[in-house]
């Protein structure tokens, strides 16, 4: 099976064109942004263009109208080819390809061997196991999607979309991201597929914790936020809506008597993300922490190791590399 890659592309009027890069496109009056307009109406920061896990969204910053086909939106939304998307003075077309990797750039480090026979690497990120057509890895008798592999930092997680998908035996919670190591075993509906590493590389399927941020640098957005997360091969940027901008923040500046990268404790955390709600729930907590590990995972990083629960929970951290900068405006 071939991997393959998005390409996305933003057409300005007069033929030129931007590619939208791991960093995302910025459009807005601001002379930094990637397509700078000049309608007064235009914020500084208007909309964001960036790949997720699922293709290409636009996630509107500004107070004026970003409009998809003619149809205005307040909120993410996903981009396909051919689409128009317009904010004051600017009407701009997607477009979107699907790419061949480069297999010697990105040769697999983990393969699914099948029970039943047969070896398949994992290639790209996510890796797709399903009954749909364009399912990475199809099994007919699966539901399409049934199961997201997502490669960050060298690791491995599972997301399972359906019930029922074991982990060693253990059911996965739906939409949680599961670590997943060598020699694990994922099963469902009499399919069970061992996790292996590829031989030729020993070295690359895991980190072991050394591929820390030395630097990140948040930019504060009117709902919510981009983070630049600076790791040993470059840098890699999220955008956060606002609750999980406000848990990152929480870990990066944590209250008096902590520094970034210390644990801080559930009650500290609600304070910061929800001051007017003391009562928020720790099963509540748990879902903001397992929200922010997933975005932080669609960005190529290891979420699920770099935001850590405490033994027992009742607190966070976010770990960082030994004096790692931070930068927070």
């Known amino acids: 099976m071939e ?27 601001q002379r930094d942004c990637d397509i700078v307009a000049t309608d007064p109406s235009v914020s500084r920061r208007h909309a964001l263009v960036h790949l997720t896990s699922d293709g290409v969204e636009v996630v509107p910053l500004g107070r004026g109208a970003v409009e998809v086909n003619g149809k205005r939106c307040d909120r993410p939304t996903a981009l396909a080819d ?3 998307l317009a904010v004051p003075g ?13 297999r ?17 690497g994992i290639v790209h990120s996510p890796f797709v196991i399903g009954g749909g057509d364009t399912d990475d890895l199809i ?16 690791e491995l997680y599972a997301e399972a979309a359906v019930g029922k998908v ?16 060598i020699e694990d075993e994922l099963a469902y509906k009499r399919e069970l597929f061992t996790v292996r590493q590829v031989a030729r590389d020993a070295t690359t399927a895991a980190t072991g914790g050394s591929d820390l941020p030395r630097r990140v640098v948040v930019e504060m957005l009117p709902r919510g936020g981009r983070v630049v ?41 609600r304070q910061i993300v929800w001051p007017r709600n003391p009562g928020v729930t720790r099963p509540e907590i748990n879902m903001l922490i397992s929200r922010c590990r ?5 960005a190529g990083l290891a979420g699920g190791r770099l935001i850590e629960r405490a033994p027992g929970g009742g607190a966070t951290r976010l770990l960082l590399a030994p004096g790692a900068e931070v930068v927070v405006g």
């Open 3 to 29: 991997a393959s890659r998005l390409r996305c592309m933003v057409v300005l009027p007069d033929g030129p064109s931007r590619r939208v890069g791991p960093s995302g496109l910025w459009i807005g009056r």
């Open 82 to 84: 051919g689409d128009r």
């Open 90 to 102: 600017l009407d701009l077309v997607i477009q979107v390809e699907a790419q061949r990797a480069d």
């Open 104 to 120: 010697g750039a990105d040769a697999a480090t983990y393969r699914l061997e099948r029970a039943k026979g047969g070896s398949f």
């Open 139 to 154: 099994v007919k008798a699966w539901p399409a999607g049934a199961v997201r592999l997502h490669l960050a930092q060298g």
């Open 166 to 181: 074991t982990r060693n035996g253990s059911e996965l919670e739906v939409g949680a991201l599961e670590p997943i190591g």
């Open 229 to 269: 997360f600076t790791v040993n091969d470059g840098d890699r940027a999220v955008f956060l809506s606002d609750r999980r901008l406000d848990l990152l923040i929480a870990l990066l500046r944590p209250p008096d008597g902590h520094a970034a990268g210390d644990f801080v404790s559930d009650d500290a955390v």
């Open 294 to 298: 997933r975005d932080l995972v669609e």
